[in-house]
């Protein structure tokens, strides 16, 4: 979510009358505060958290707390540091609620408040306080697009499209509630609709790259990978941070069976998130669709050495080992595989192959015949089953499996005439180079 906390750099006159206002009950400014410039060391404070240093910008505002105590504003700004810091989530929150005792009506403690709660899962509260805030400032413009993104947050969606119309209405140059009105129309199945409102968004600010990675997400599901390629690169591009971001483009030009430029993506996601399991796994799955077994054996290896237990990949180092030869250790992945996901078609289809090409029939035609249940309308195990049986003379059903792959692969081939075939899984399961050809 795009909440972002605001904070007042406090005049010398603001910060005179919150010091004042907290003083109620006849207490009097201590000689500590008196000799300290607290203003001027707020601003230095906010200036440093503007530059993006939190970590200098907090001691700063320790200094003027320790002048002047029942400062709303030094609390508040207090707040906002500790929330940027990371990992400090309930200090923040004391720093904002001690604002706020100090100085009920402070608006801006309220919203980062709000913001706080909202980015913790607690948005129930945050809109309780956001409706706070608007209740003294109705028009006031942060605290209306942060409700209705606490209101997105809860799946009110009627509520947060409302409020987000209302901030887009105050803020005409801000992208940010149109891009959530997208999505907001992308959840209600309008998605001409979301695709509008981002293209909105993006001719206020280009350099949005969620908003380019909800487009492009929208033009795969339409299957204009072309497309969708092209605004996956521009989210990469503005935000390199997001594994997800390497993952969709390198999977979508897989789909454009352009395994090498894929290769290229996901590599530069192994160096850039060198501990996350995925990003080696998809090394190996590009580095297998072009036939780069030993790149894609490293990467499935150390993929497994993250995580080992991820069926996936195991499957496809059992593929890759098969292709060469190393049937005992590939039979040992590709049952692990199954076992640990009894619905994972490939990894019954390719241990069935495996046995296959050991002569091991019998035991092929079992596992095969369960990777047909999982998946009746893969042409390419009937075609293995076909095999198998051949083998063992057993005609009748060789004849049978031959049948059904012929009538799955004309069905393949006109949903691919008309454009319907779905090649998605070809993401994770690039086909082998060098597969055998229909018989004829």
Known sequence: MLLVANFVVPSARAQSASRAGAA??????????????????????????????????????????????????????LGVILDQRGGRVAEAERAYREALRLHPQATSARANLGVLLARNGRSLEAVEMFEAVLKDVPEHRQATLNLGLALYQLKRFDEAAARLEAAAKLSPAAAEPLYYLGLIAQERGRASEAADYWQSALALRPNFPEVNFALAEELRKRRHYEGAAEFYERALTQDPSKLVYYVRLGGVYMLLVRYDRALEIFRRAAERFPEAAEAHYFVGIAARGSASYDVAEASLRRSLALRPDNPDALSQLGFILTERSNFAEAEELLRRAASLAAGHFYAQYDLGRL????????????IL????????????????????????????????????FKRLEEERKRRRSEGLEDHTDAVDNPPAPDSAPPPG
């Open 24 to 77: 109620q009950g006849g207490e009097r400014a201590t000689a500590a505060a008196r000799s300290v410039d607290v203003p001027a060391l707020l601003r230095e404070a906010a200036a440093l958290l503007q530059a993006g240093k939190p970590e200098e910008a907090e001691p700063v505002v320790r200094r003027a707390l320790a002048a002047a105590p029942r400062d709303a504003n030094a609390h508040n700004l």
């Open 355 to 366: 046995l296959l090409k050991q002569q091991r029939y019998d035991e092929a035609i079992k």
């Open 369 to 404: 015949q369960q990777a047909a249940t999982i998946r009746a309308d893969d042409a390419s195990v009937h075609y293995s089953m076909f095999m198998a049986f051949s083998r063992l003379k057993r005609k009748a059903e060789a004849d049978a499996e031959l049948d059904t």
